[in-house]
């Protein structure tokens, strides 16, 4: 019963967070986000192919971490679901994923000026986003499509202990150790991206975040504080799924009051 | 019957086209879109002087390749549909144009510095996008419209076998093998615009897809997988029209599990 | 009977304007458009103080050319109501006039750049776009609105024979010779101003419309054919009074199906 | 009944303030705006811990000017109401106060260029915008939020008399005095900040507006003329509330004919 109930408060997150990102435009028809099964960590649940706008419970699968289906579930999956599966295979810690193409994340990912946290929504990607670029090791012929473990595991790879790795020319992949916390980066790194931007236009020097800053953003972070779950509510409010927040059984809300 | 049925799978796909360029502001009352006629390469349909978010079946009209309305159909065309014709006239491969005046394409139409694919969805617009000055040919003095076959042919020919051409301070025209593919196009230009000018705030350097992935990209497209089709229905969904998505007879629905 | 469903058509057109330029995000609570009386041209039309979105039939008032209600009506009108009536006085060939603080124009009224036509839709705005600043002749001191007919007047003798003035930090007013043809220019200006300044982003050399381009655009313009009625009724429609459009006598629309 | 009356009315107004706020994007599930009790200048008036587009009238606390809720009341409250409780308590003219986040004035924040009025809406952020670094004082490690009276009191003392100041990496806080005015102030600050940014791409020499403008348009500044409740209306209205400034009853509405 506990674990049942854990399982499908995770999938309802799972759906509310497809929504949210539909809805704040991080992704549109294509991109996707994943979490790891909370029983089996050799396991993750993302949704079969499908425009996250429209994702429901009965649309999730799981995969294991080669991103083979199981349960010999025949629907069609994301073609980039390895991306998903390499980051669970190479880190313990990561318990969700999103993989998105957000239009003002891009830029950085083609040129050689580094995204860095500016502002204090953006501090949970981390102090260093490294840019992977799929033809520095699959060649200048490539799809761009991250299609085979392969490619997937050259790409976890780059990512290494980091939060976000920029693809040139494509989009970011973001690990973290919940589904409210990956959602909130996918969000707050188009913005950290604009006002980066903007702020070029005002002049070269730039005041980032003291690294400081960074490492007591993250240590002070609690993903069931109140505080992190008024964003949650907040954006599954605007994108009509306010309902399913709601429906959430109480005894599977961990530290619903945080000190934080 | 079986033609009739693929005639009308076509007019209704191109209602949602035009629903589809209007939601995602590709075109405000004016820019159109068309589709050769899928029985007699001669024709072609193009909906009668109306916005595009209002266009429904009835008010779709077929054209000759000189752009003249054909079983005397009296009513109001488009000043522009010359473009259309020009380019199923010059072109067997084309199957689509869309003509429209996307903002964020405008600024590359009156400088020199060139539109290119930097983004994996901006490859379908090739390697080279020309751009057309009407006063090139025509002189300094005209309308700025194309509303005969001569401006028509003359931007046709500086499309040549590209897949899109810019024409200065008035808009762009793609052409494609597919509905879907032009839609596509016409949707991710703007993207790939916008990625491209922040991208000249971060610095000069950029690095654009490779000529290489541009290949393998356009390569692997499929009008008809999954993966193609989630967009379109991304996209008619949002734009009130998922309904007539959902009506289309299954059997013109060719190859609906792709490969890709 | 002639005459009353005349005016009856016209205020039914003001009241569409309004709703088309909060729409469009030309106007919010602050900012007007105005109509000059179609039968005694030395009265115009223009709401009571109100958010042009809010205005319906009775609100509109009337106002001689010193910017005085007529028939005493005391309703509070526009503090900057002396713009119309200055515009109306000095130019027997205007009809119709806009106020507005639209975002994208501003930076051109702060910077010595001009604003300029470099898109056809941008057109109508004219070769020459004056920059008043109310400063020159009031000096530093004031609150910068236009309060009387004296600062009104030096407003429309820097309009001079043109369409549009900037007005230093504040916004621009639009002069034209009919209804439909203002609110085109103040939707299409600032799309206009940000296709100039995204250009500007790559390369300073930018490829304006040719004068004789203008030139034939506006001696084409005409403000009751189809096309240009396309616009008026998808703006409409948008702003959600369509109905409007719609109720609209058929004898007080003139050359329905112009040969544009 | 009279204080319970004005109480009550003002409650009405800071929901309003609340759904206006998020509604035109200053705040999203952070941020928060607040007002001096109108009869014991000791105690303010804010919400709970909640996202500003949800707050009811029963969501508001009462705080003392060291931050402490009143009453006994047990409610979460903002981690940063600290910042409300010393702008009040350093300020006996500031009766309203709004910390958020609004994306387009962050940039000013990170640079060393200066915000300032450009443009007539702009003018009540003041001549001079300082930049608080919560850095300067308490060093590079802090998680950049306000959470204590210490940091709170270093920011009002940066802030001064003047009505805004921006807070590096983080948002801006501004006061003023009325609710009315900050709202105002909160909306139209990003606007300015974009403008400046984007005059900025036209040419280095910006004309702003001049010190006495700045004065005269604060002179003559009324809270309760119909100009100022002009927008309040509008912006209610477009946030789902039109119906609550409605509600309030008309003797609680000072000076409703402002002469301006």
Not at 236 to 259: I, N, R, T, Y
Request: net charge negative; hydrophobic share 40%; with cysteine.
């Amino acid at each position: 019963m506990m674990q049942a109930g854990e399982i499908e408060s995770a999938l309802s997150d799972l759906v509310i967070a497809n929504r949210i990102l539909a809805n704040e435009n991080v992704v549109d028809a294509y991109g996707h986000v994943s979490i790891r099964h909370p029983r089996d960590p050799q396991r993750f649940f993302l949704a079969r192919s499908l425009s996250p706008d429209r994702v429901e419970r009965g649309d999730i699968m799981e995969f294991d971490l080669e991103g083979n289906p199981t349960g010999g579930d025949a629907r069609q999956p994301y073609l980039e679901r390895f991306i998903h599966a390499a980051a669970y295979a190479a880190r313990a810690d990561v318990q969700a994923v999103v993989h998105a193409h957000a239009e003002d994340v891009l830029p950085f990912g083609i040129t050689a000026a580094p995204l860095r946290p500016v502002i204090h929504s953006g501090s949970f990607m981390g102090l260093h986003v490294p840019v992977w670029d799929i033809a520095d090791r699959f060649g200048p012929d490539t799809n761009m499509l991250v299609t085979n473990m392969e490619q997937a595991r050259d790409l976890a790879r780059c990512l290494g202990p980091n939060n976000v790795a920029l693809m040139r020319g494509h989009g970011f992949s973001a690990a973290a150790r919940s589904l409210i916390e990956v959602v909130r980066m996918a969000v707050y790194i188009p913005r950290n991206a604009r006002v980066q931007m903007n702020a070029l236009r005002l002049g070269r020097e730039i005041r980032p975040l003291h690294d400081g800053e960074i490492a007591a953003r993250d240590l002070g972070y609690k993903p069931y504080s109140l505080e992190t779950r008024r964003a949650w509510r907040y954006w599954a409010h605007k994108a009509g799924c306010a309902h399913l927040v709601e429906e959430q059984p109480v005894d599977h809300v961990h530290k619903p009051w945080g000190s934080e």
